[in-house]
């Protein structure tokens, strides 16, 4: 069964940084782009960074420069390292796996809070 289960979230001051973490089991994972999105209070779901099964990145203008995706392929797991986190940050992170084939998957979400 495939599961992706986010963790690192929790509650961090302005400038601070955090770790997320998504695990995922039940999946070849060198077949799948992973991708982070967010979800502040009261927006949209919007894309975060993602990394291609290759190892190509791309970012939100927003993070550029202070947040970097990566992957482990032999933990199976993607990393989203977040430095210098502004309030504006404060989300639910939701990891999702995509497929070679389109086939897409999410996790439940870790909650980042940024505030002082």
């Known amino acids: 069964q495939l599961q992706l289960v986010e963790s690192g979230g929790g509650e961090v001051q302005p400038g601070g940084s955090l770790r997320l973490s998504c695990a995922a089991s039940?999946?070849?994972?060198?077949?799948?782009?992973m991708t982070w999105y967010r979800q502040g209070p009261g927006k949209e779901r919007e894309l975060v960074a993602g990394?291609?099964?290759?190892?190509?990145?791309n970012y939100a203008d927003s993070v550029k420069g202070r947040f970097t995706i990566y992957r482990d392929p032999a933990k199976t797991t993607v990393y989203l390292q977040m430095n210098s986190l502004k309030p504006e940050d404060t989300a639910v992170y939701f990891c999702?796996?995509?497929?070679?084939?389109?086939?897409?998957?999410w996790g439940k979400g870790t909650l980042v809070t940024v505030s002082s």
């Open positions: 990394i291609s099964n290759i190892g190509v990145t």
């Open positions: 999702n796996a995509k497929s070679v084939y389109a086939m897409e998957y």
């Open positions: 039940g999946l070849t994972f060198g077949y799948y782009a």
